[in-house]
Structures are given as C-alpha cells and as structure tokens.
T-cell receptor, first 111, second 120 residues
Framework: GNSVTQMEGPVTLSEEAFLTINCTYT??????LFWYVQYPGEGLQLLLK?????DKGSNKGFEATYRKETTSFHLEKGSVQVSDSAVYFC??????????FGQGTELSVKP | GAVVSQHPSWVICKSGTSVKIECRSL??????MFWYRQFPKQSLMLMAT?????????EQGVEKDKFLINHASLTLSTLTVTSAHPEDSSFYIC????????????????FGEGSRLTVL
C-alpha cells in the first residue's frame, strides 16, 4: 500500500541554520509528492510539489527533489528564519486527489 | 490562490448531541471535497471523499452512520458528527481540489482552516 514516513520532531534550529526534513514514501505507480506547512493556529498550506521523478519543487527558499531511486522527497532550506517555525507535512497523492500524509515534523527556529 | 472556508472554527458540545461542520469553496466550484481528521501531535487521516450530487465514499474503518457527509452544491460540503462522544473530539479539516490538468493527482488541493470539536 501507499505510505509516507517523515523524520520525527520536534526539530529545533537557530536562525540561519540549514534545514533538512527527511521524507520517504512507498507507493504503487507514480504519485505526485507534496510538502504542506501548518503555521500555528492556521490551516494547511501547500509549500511545494513535484509531479514526476527528478522534478524539484521550490518555494520561499525551500526545495525538495523527487527521487524515485531512493523513494524520497526530503525538504531543505539553506537558511531558516524564525517565521519558518511550523509543522511540516510530507504527502503523496493517489486515486484522484486523495492525500496520504506523513506524521508531521514540528520545526522551531530560535533567534 | 483559491479559498476554502470552514465553519465553525471551534465547537464544544455535550455527549450525545450532533454537530455540523461546513466546508465552502469561496471562489471556485469543487466537484470533489475531502474530509480529514487530525489528532493532536499526529498526522491527518483521510475520512471520506465528498462528491457533489452523490454519496460520499468513506475510507476503511470510518463509520458512515457516525460521520454523515453531504455535498449539496458545487461550493458546499457538510460533515455531521452524529451522537458525538468524547472520543470524537478532534480537529477536522476539509480540502477541495482545483483541477490543473488531466492527471487527477496533480490538481492543487486547498485546505480549510480546520474545525476543532470538543465533546464533553
């Protein structure tokens, strides 16, 4: 079946540090992959996506590359800010728009 | 981007009562909406797919008689938690898809703000 596994949080970083949040998946077929972000007190927002192998999604300094050979979609940012503090969810799409989410990784960035 | 609105954003009810949560697409028509449930410190779990004009499709293990879903129009889907109990307390989130092509898996999903239900 389909599943998504993320690294456990919480992750605490200092401002301007490098961020990596690991995400691996298992899937039948060729799903699209997504990163969603949930800021405190707000709903989910799409951060970036990739629809096929070797695609790189990027937005707001974040990026992730769809790696079919390692079934991974790790999220990276070169220099995090306090405003990036949020919960990040990796997800894959199947069966016409349904999403399977990873367990979420809480990121806390300290000034 | 497209806007999806949920109402109420939070609700407290007594055990045994029913609660209705609305999900509206404000600036686009959504033939399909999805309902998720999020437990504290955990991920989102898909409950059901809501299709305009037809019955909802429920995921395995989700009680269709407990969680009634109605998609009466292209902009509104409702989730009714019937005879709510404390274990139904959760954060319920809806999403609606805007098609971006033939591949249904790439249409962008927009999420509501979520509705927090607390059953006493």
């Amino acid at each position: 079946g389909n599943s998504v596994t993320q690294m456990e949080g919480p992750v605490t970083l200092s401002e301007e540090a490098f961020l990596t949040i690991n995400c691996t998946y298992t899937a039948t077929g060729y799903p699209s992959l997504f990163w969603y972000v949930q800021y405190p007190g707000e709903g989910l927002q799409l951060l970036l996506k990739a629809t096929k192998a070797d695609d790189k999604g990027s937005n707001k300094g974040f990026e992730a590359t769809y790696r079919k050979e390692t079934t991974s979609f790790h999220l990276e940012k070169g220099s995090v800010q306090v405003s990036d503090s949020a919960v990040y969810f990796c997800a894959l799409s199947y069966q016409g728009g349904k999403l399977i989410f990873g367990q979420g990784t809480e990121l806390s960035v300290k000034p | 981007g497209a806007v999806v609105s949920q109402h109420p954003s939070w609700v407290i009810c007594k055990s045994g009562t029913s609660v209705k949560i609305e999900c509206r697409s404000l600036d686009f028509q959504a033939t399909t909406m999805f309902w998720y449930r999020q437990f504290p410190k955990q991920s989102l779990m898909l409950m059901a797919t809501s299709n305009e004009g037809s019955k909802a499709t429920y995921e395995q293990g989700v009680e269709k008689d407990k969680f009634l879903i109605n998609h009466a129009s292209l902009t509104l889907s409702t989730l009714t938690v019937t005879s709510a109990h404390p274990e139904d307390s959760s954060f319920y989130i809806c999403s609606a898809r805007v098609f971006s092509g033939i591949d249904l898996n790439t249409g962008e999903l927009f999420f509501g703000e979520g509705s927090r239900l607390t059953v006493l």
